[in-house]
C-alpha cells in the first residue's frame, strides 16, 4: 500500500508464493496482454462481476481502483475517502454513483453498508486490520494493501480475520508484487528444491528517496494524504514496516519461515524531520537453525538508486529475487540464468486483481497470502524495535508485549 515514494525509487515504477504458481501469471494474461503485445485490446466478457467498494481514493487507491476497472471483472460500485474531493475524483473517474461515494472515518462502514461484496483496502495500514475484520464479518471478500498493521494486536487481528473469511469461504488476499513475477516465481522455485545447498545467510534491502514530512497542524488530518504519514510510526508503521517490507517479505516468501530473533540499530537522518519514523536502519534477524538475515534500509534524498531485493546464499550457489533488474540462481545443480523483472509495480497488481476475481468466482478460500502477510509485519515490527532499542529482541518477547500504538483521532470527521 504505497505510492511511489518521493524522488523515484527506479526508473520502473514499484510495487508469496501464488497458489497457482505460474498458471497465476497467465490467468492475468487474457484481460492485461494488450500491454505486453501492442495488440489491440480484446474485450473480455465476464459471466460474473463482482460489485466492489475501494476504500482510500488517493494515490495509490485510485490508481488501482482504475486497474479493477479495466480488469472488466469488478462493478464499481462504491468508493470512501477520509477527504470527500478525493472520494469525488475517484468516484468520477471510475463512474460511481454520487449517492455511494463516501467520507470521513466512517467511509469504510459506509461502503460494507452500501451492497458490495467485496472491498479494497488501501487506506494508511492503522486503519487495515479493523476495516478488514469488520468486512469479513459482514461477509464481504477483502484484497488488502501492505502492510495489514502497525502494531502486534493489529497484525495478530489481521490473521484471526483470515482465519474468519476461510471459515465464511470469502476471500482475503494481500496485494505484493514480488512473489508474483514469473522469473522470481522460478528463482523461489529452485531454492525451495535444494538448488543452493545448505542456506547460510539472507541479505535484504529497501532504498528510496523518502517522503514528504512537513510541520504538524492541530489534527492529524493533514497526516493522512500524499503518503506524509509513512513518516509516522504508529499510522504507517515506519520505513522498514511500508517500504521495506516488500524485499523482507519476498525473503520469508522463498524461505518459508519468518525469524525468532533480531538486532540492530536505526536513526533519522532527514532534515527538519516532524515524524518519527526512522529513515535509516541497519537488522540482524536470526533463524530457528541459525541462518543469519542482514537488512539493511534507507530513506533518503541522497541520489542512492532504488532498491528491494533479497539475496539467498547457500554453500554451493546464491539467488536474487527482486523488484527492479535481474533475479536468478547463481552456480549449483539448479543453475538458472534468469531475467529482467518487468513492470513489477503495474503487472504485480493486475496479477492479483485478477486472481482475487478468479479465487472469488471460483470459491478458493485458502486465503494463503494472510499468514505471510502477517509473518512479514511482524518480522519488520520486530526489526523496528530491536533496532529503536539498540538491544537483541525475540519474536515470542515482542509478541508477549503486544503493545498496541495508538493514534490521537480527535477533531476529525466522523
Known amino acids: 500500500m504505497m505510492d511511489k515514494p518521493l524522488e523515484h525509487v527506479s526508473s520502473v515504477s514499484r510495487r508469496r508464493f501464488i497458489g497457482g504458481g505460474l498458471a497465476t501469471v497467465a490467468s ?35 490508481w488501482i481502483a482504475k486497474l479493477f476497472q479495466k480488469h472488466g471483472g469488478y462493478e464499481m460500485w462504491a468508493v470512501a475517502d477520509y477527504f470527500q474531493e478525493v472520494a469525488d475524483k475517484c468516484g468520477d473517474a471510475l463512474g460511481v454513483d454520487k449517492a455511494r461515494r463516501f467520507s470521513g472515518l466512517s467511509g469504510c462502514k459506509k461502503v460494507i453498508e452500501s451492497g458490495v461484496e467485496a472491498v479494497a483496502l488501501e487506506t494508511p495500514p492503522y486503519f487495515i486490520p479493523g476495516y478488514a475484520r469488520a468486512a469479513v464479518e459482514a461477509g464481504l471478500h477483502v484484497y488488502m494493501a501492505k502492510p495489514v498493521a502497525v502494531d502486534v494486536p493489529g497484525a495478530l487481528q489481521i490473521e484471526a480475520a483470515g482465519r474468519l473469511a476461510t471459515q465464511k469461504q470469502r476471500c482475503f488476499l494481500v496485494d505484493y508484487q514480488m512473489p508474483t513475477d514469473p522469473v522470481n516465481m522460478e528463482v523461489a522455485r529452485r531454492v525451495r528444491e535444494g538448488g543452493l545447498g545448505k542456506l547460510a545467510q539472507v541479505h535484504t534491502v529497501g532504498i528510496c528517496g523518502g517522503f514528504n514530512d512537513p510541520p504538524k497542524t492541530a489534527t ?16 504507517g508503521c515506519d520505513f522498514i ?28 537522518m532527514r532534515p527538519d524531520p516532524h515524524g518519527d519514523s526512522h529513515d535509516v536502519c541497519s537488522v540482524v534477524y536470526e533463524y530457528a537453525d541459525g541462518l543469519v538475515h542482514n537488512h539493511f534500509g534507507q530513506g533518503l534524498r541522497n541520489n542512492t538508486s532504488g532498491e528491494l531485493s533479497a539475496t539467498i546464499h547457500g554453500l554451493e550457489a546464491n539467488a536474487l529475487v527482486n523488484y527492479w533488474g535481474k533475479a536468478y540462481v547463481r552456480g549449483g545443480k539448479k543453475h538458472y540464468g534468469g531475467g529482467t523483472v518487468e513492470n513489477l509495480y503495474q503487472a504485480g497488481a493486475e496479477r492479483n486483481i485478477a486472481r482475487f476475481h478468479r479465487e472469488v468466482v471460483e470459491g478458493h478460500w485458502e486465503n494463503d497470502t494472510c499468514q505471510r502477510a ?9 526489526g523496528r524495535e530491536a ?28
Open 220 to 235: 492529524i488530518e493533514d497526516r493522512l494524504r500524499g503518503l506524509i504519514w509513512v513518516n509516522d510510526i504508529a499510522i
Open 241 to 268: 514496516g511500508n517500504f521495506d517490507i516488500h524485499a523482507i517479505d519476498a525473503a520469508i516468501w522463498v524461505i518459508g519461515r519468518r525469524p525468532v530473533s533480531a538486532v540492530g540499530s536505526s536513526r533519522i
Open 387 to 414: 533496532a529503536a532499542r539498540r538491544e537483541r529482541l525475540t519474536m515470542d518477547q515482542l509478541i508477549k508485549e503486544n503493545r498496541r500504538l495508538e493514534v490521537d483521532l480527535s477533531g476529525l470527521k466522523a
Open 28 to 62: 492475468a494474461l487474457p484481460v492485461f496482454a494488450a500491454e505486453k503485445t501492442g495488440a489491440p485490446a480484446k474485450p473480455v466478457e465476464f459471466k460474473r462481476k463482482i460489485k466492489l467498494g475501494v476504500v482510500g481514493n488517493g494515490g495509490r487507491g485510485g
Open 374 to 382: 502477517v509473518d512479514g509485519v511482524l518480522t519488520c515490527i520486530l
